[in-house]
């Protein structure tokens, strides 16, 4: 997808000057070092080429959003009509060709050919004035911090793109009872864009009968080059890799990047997907456990988003009040992706499901900074709570959990992060990320519309609740 560059002046200044705008223009829009491409799309001098401009972009599906520069001053009454009837992500860009005030060559000319510290003024006034949501972004564009502010926006407008048209197949219902795992699909279409929709299990195990032994070799190849295991345990690998190819399969002709399934309802299935669900995720697919395809939801936007990086799904497990920190797995199905090591897969019993020992994969998580995101109905707005949180090596082997599993300490500290987490109604399970940065957090929960609860190391559960009451106000109209 591509990102337009469109450069706000008007006829004032004369023709000389409106050559000089679209050259600089097209020079900052060389310069930019960014990972989607950026393309000139024209300097804007009447509200009838803005208004075309923004139809264009809107009925464009490679148009993933667009940058909008006031060189000169561009009277905003004529991006009124253009900019309320934009659809595509907005970004305003309030840079300046030079990056200093020259001595000798500054006259009134020059004065008027760069003057975006006055023309983004009144562009930042009418989308301020339209409740426009953007993000306005400043700086001098060679900069490379500022371009970096730019690539995280481009990542969130891609993550929304991706949205718009993700496809989720559920594979049975909920878990009996749960409640935070529950929420209206009907709203979520109309907010994020997903088709939540469900499949019997029974089409999946049909199709999962039809899986070829060459298939199966195939896939048991690909597993033997990424992952160690035992011979001793082919049987019941290759029984991961019927399951993982059946499930692909259905994803690939529904057009769906996600799934969910859940334990209570493996009718005609003799594992769990374990291993399956887990090399699935790691090819970018997100996944959901216990019927949860919310999280399955947002553990794809984020792979979308960053195809290199290292997101799971996770869940929050038990913790270690002396060490001050959680314990993150879940019955199997966590990515490969935040390893630290090589991953083995390993055969063992499982006490949920009443199936056959599944095949895993087990590994220990990756070190480092990374965000635990929930996604949450709220009652009729759905809201994003991310919470910022430090990875560690597990301080022991756990040598009777074979599983993979991960340790971290939230922010703002254990005990605030933990009260913080509960207050905003954080589920239990959770995409975690060490890819996102806070402002492409904040671009994403922007151009989606929908609420953002960040926890931080500013964060405070005083100042969390009087943020919740306040949303329900802005939320509620
Ligand atoms: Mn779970």
Request: glycine share 8%; charged share 25%.
């Amino acid at each position: 997808m591509k990102f337009w560059f469109v450069t706000g002046s008007q006829f004032l200044y004369g023709e000389e000057t409106l050559k000089q705008v679209e050259k600089n223009s097209k020079k900052i829009v060389r310069g930019l070092k960014l990972p989607f491409p950026v393309e000139y799309k024209l300097t804007a001098k009447t509200e009838a080429e803005i208004e075309k401009v923004m139809k264009q972009a809107n009925f464009d599906d490679d148009c993933a959003g667009i940058i909008t520069f006031c060189h000169t001053f561009s009277p905003s009454k004529m991006w009124i009509n253009g900019l309320a009837l934009l659809q595509k992500p907005w970004l305003h860009f309030h840079t300046q060709f030079n990056e200093s005030i020259p001595n000798e060559e500054i006259d009134m000319d020059y004065m008027n050919l760069h003057q975006s510290a006055h023309g983004d003024r009144e562009h930042g006034f009418i989308g301020a004035r339209l409740r426009a949501p953007r993000a306005v972004v400043a700086g001098y564009w060679k900069d490379p911090a500022v371009q970096a502010r730019i690539a995280d926006w481009q990542r969130a407008a891609i993550g929304a793109a991706f949205s718009r048209s993700l496809k989720i197949v559920r594979f049975g219902d909920n878990m009996r009872e749960v409640a935070v795992t529950e929420g209206d699909k009907v709203e979520v279409q109309l907010r994020l864009g997903w088709q939540v929709n469900t499949w019997p299990v029974g089409d999946l195990v049909e199709e999962m009968n039809k899986v070829t032994k060459a298939e199966i070799d195939k896939l048991m190849k690909e597993y033997a080059e990424l992952y160690d295991f035992d011979k001793k345990d082919n049987e019941t690998i290759r029984y991961q890799a019927r399951e993982e190819i059946a499930i692909e399969k259905i994803l690939v002709r529904e057009g769906a990047m996600a799934f969910s399934n859940t334990f209570q309802d493996l009718h005609g299935m003799k594992q769990l997907p374990g291993l399956a669900a887990q090399h699935l995720m790691s090819k970018g697919y997100g996944f959901g456990a216990e019927g949860d395809w919310k999280t399955a939801g947002m553990t794809a936007i984020i792979k979308a988003m960053y195809p290199d990086g290292a997101a799971s799904f996770m869940e929050d497990y038990t913790y270690d009040y002396k060490h001050e920190l959680i314990l993150g797995a879940h019955m199997l199905e966590v990515c490969p992706t935040i390893a630290a090591d090589r991953p083995r897969i390993e055969v063992h019993h499982l006490g949920i499901g009443g199936k056959e020992p599944p095949a895993r994969l087990v590994f220990e998580g990756r070190e480092g900074k990374a965000k635990a995101l929930s996604l949450i109905d709220a009652g009729g707005r759905l809201r994003l709570i991310a919470q910022d949180v430090t990875c560690e090596k597990p301080f022991q082997d756990m040598p009777n959990l074979p599983v993979a599993r991960a340790m971290w300490r939230p922010e703002p500290s254990f005990l605030k992060g933990l009260e913080c987490w509960l207050i905003a109604g954080g589920a239990h399970h959770t995409v975690l990320t060490f890819d996102l940065t806070a402002d492409t957090l904040r671009d994403l929960a922007r151009i989606l519309g929908i609420e953002l609860v960040e926890i931080d190391s500013s964060a405070s559960p005083e100042k969390l609740e009087r943020e919740l009451m306040l949303g329900d106000l802005i939320y509620s109209r």
